[in-house]
């Protein structure tokens, strides 16, 4: 019925999948750690430049 459906026999056959999974989620882990990082510092950046401007739109009318 699904011809292109295959699980081994040989359970050895598993390991590069697995391996190759591994490293592709420690990459992806990594990658969100930076886009974390670079994501505070710009808004550290954006609060000090623009901080006397939020402050006013803060204070009550």
């Known amino acids: 019925m ?5 699980f081994p026999e040989d359970k050895s056959e598993y390991i590069p ?3 190759t ?3 592709f ?3 992806a882990a990594v990658a969100f ?3 974390y990082k670079h994501s505070k ?3 550290q950046k954006f ?3 623009y ?5 006013e739109n803060k204070k009550p009318n």
């Open 2 to 6: 699904m011809p292109f459906l295959y």
């Open 17 to 19: 999948a697995i391996i």
């Open 21 to 23: 999974l591994i490293i």
């Open 25 to 27: 989620m420690i990459a």
């Open 33 to 35: 750690y930076f886009f």
């Open 41 to 43: 510092k710009q808004e």
């Open 47 to 49: 609060n000090s430049e």
């Open 51 to 55: 901080e006397s401007q939020l402050d």
